[in-house]
T-cell receptor
Framework: KQEVTQIPAALSVPEGENLVLNCSFT??????LQWFRQDPGKGLTSLLL?????REQTSGRLNASLDKSSGRSTLYIAASQPGDSATYLC????????????FGTGTLLAVQP | GAVVSQHPSRVICKSGTSVKIECRSL??????MFWYRQFPKQSLMLMAT?????????EQGVEKDKFLINHASLTLSTLTVTSAHPEDSSFYIC???????????FGSGTRLTVV
């Protein structure tokens, strides 16, 4: 059974700092991995998607990497801003007929102005 | 880009009544949609996979008679919480995959409160 874990569970940083969020998964047979952002009481906003054949993806100040063999992904946020404060979720898309998304435990990020 | 609309965003109902939540893909067809449940300060838990024109596939521990899923068209899936009880109060979110792109798109979620 696929299990996805995120470390740290919560993180507070001053504005402008670079930071790394970690995601690990137990079964490396994934189709791809997706990072999401969730604001309190809201739905999910997709940030980056990495296909299983890719090593990383970049969008603006965000960079996500994927190491399938070790079961790890990182989300790097450069020059953090207070508007980045949210819960960040990684999700792996398992193979098979249904292509289900299995979510990690989430990291609650607070960027202090 | 792919857009998923979910309604209602909030609903309060009395214990024992049923509540229907709609999930629509607005600019693409979705043969498969997913329903998640999220408790406060917890991650999303997959409840079931909704398949157009066939029965939904439920995750272990999810009562199919409690959470009725109907996926009658390629753009609409509904989740009905039957005979709701206070413990069913939660945040419910649907998602769908647009086959034109990789990845999944989520609805804005429904906050259900059963009193």
């Amino acid at each position: 059974k696929q299990e996805v874990t995120q470390i740290p569970a919560a993180l507070s940083v001053p504005e402008g700092e670079n930071l790394v969020l970690n995601c690990s998964f137990t079964d490396s047979a994934i189709y791809n991995l997706q990072w999401f952002r969730q604001d309190p009481g809201k739905g999910l906003t997709s940030l980056l998607l990495i296909q299983s054949s890719q090593r990383e993806q970049t969008s603006g100040r965000l960079n996500a990497s994927l190491d399938k063999s070790s079961g790890r992904s990182t989300l790097y946020i450069a020059a953090s801003q207070p508007g980045d404060s949210a819960t960040y979720l990684c999700a792996v898309i398992s193979g098979g007929a249904t292509n289900k998304l299995i979510f990690g435990t989430g990291t609650l990020l607070a960027v202090q102005p | 880009g792919a857009v998923v609309s979910q309604h209602p965003s909030r609903v309060i109902c009395k214990s024992g009544t049923s509540v229907k939540i709609e999930c629509r893909s607005l600019d693409f067809q979705a043969t498969t949609m997913f329903w998640y449940r999220q408790f406060p300060k917890q991650s999303l838990m997959l409840m079931a996979t909704s398949n157009e024109g066939s029965k939904a596939t439920y995750e272990q521990g999810v009562e199919k008679d409690k959470f009725l899923i109907n996926h009658a068209s390629l753009t609409l899936s509904t989740l009905t919480v039957t005979s709701a009880h206070p413990e069913d109060s939660s945040f419910y979110i649907c998602s769908a995959r647009d086959n034109r792109v990789y990845g999944y798109t989520f609805g804005s979620g429904t906050r259900l409160t059963v009193v």
